[in-house]
């Protein structure tokens, strides 16, 4: 809890393998000897603030699902998602504990952002009713138009690069879902639908972790094995 108030948190591991061209779902996919979502639950599991998990998942998953929650204690469970992660997201949502007045959002396959990182995710919750991770884009970013032309290059002190976790006053966010679900509007993040329904509402940054990667693609494989042999030789 965090000033009383009960903090849920929904994990997010529906997803296919098909970029990373793997037969096996990218949350389920080893890198050090373990489960993708092992590790990030790893993480999650130890935070004293967080009320309940929540995980969402392919149908399909479920018995690995099974076997890997009994390597934890706590209070989690899972729910089936849905065709796109924000869509996922909305399923967790609806599985919340009535209780639940707060709600962290997190991509299973981002297994290196630190209990630090969500400490301080949950903590700015504190004074403000969105909260995301986000690191500053170390590339010169260009918008293109259509047939591949630039169009024009934003000023890199202002872009950055948005992760999870992300965090949100729960009855707000879930009114902000059932306007999405009625609209024609796409969202890539949770965050974005502040952009489009409640603009007066702001959304605090909190600085991320370039090492918090999202694992999409074989690289990602690649990378975070490399990442974890390090932290072993550290």
Not at 125 to 147: F, G
Not at 148 to 165: E, G, S
Not at 190 to 200: A, T
């Amino acid at each position: 809890m965090i000033d009383g108030k009960f903090l849920s948190a929904i994990i997010t591991a529906a997803g296919s393998g098909l970029r990373m061209r793997s037969k096996i779902n990218k949350p389920y996919i080893e890198v050090g000897g373990r489960k993708v979502l092992e590790i990030t639950l790893d993480t999650v599991s130890k935070i004293e603030e967080i009320d309940e998990i929540v995980l969402v998942i392919r149908k399909d998953d479920e018995d690995i699902i099974k076997d890997i929650l009994e390597k934890y204690d706590g209070n989690i469970r899972y729910v089936y998602g849905s065709t796109t992660r924000e869509l996922s997201t909305f399923e967790g949502l609806k599985a919340l504990d009535p209780q639940s007045e707060l709600v962290l959002t997190h991509d299973g396959v981002r297994p290196f952002a630190s209990k630090e990182l969500f400490l301080k995710t949950i903590n700015a919750l504190r004074k403000n009713k969105a909260v995301i991770t986000a690191v500053k884009s170390k590339d010169t970013v260009k918008i293109i138009d259509d047939d591949m032309y630039v169009d024009f290059t934003p000023n890199r002190d202002y872009v950055y690069n948005i992760q999870t976790p992300q965090a949100f006053d729960k009855n707000l966010i879930y009114a902000m879902y059932e306007k999405y679900l009625a609209s024609e509007f796409k969202v890539t993040d949770d965050s974005q639908l502040f952009e489009f329904f409640d603009r007066d509402e702001k959304v605090k940054v909190v600085h991320g972790e370039y090492s918090n990667i999202k694992i999409t693609t074989q690289e990602d494989i690649i990378f975070a094995n490399a990442y974890l042999q390090r932290k072993k030789d550290v």
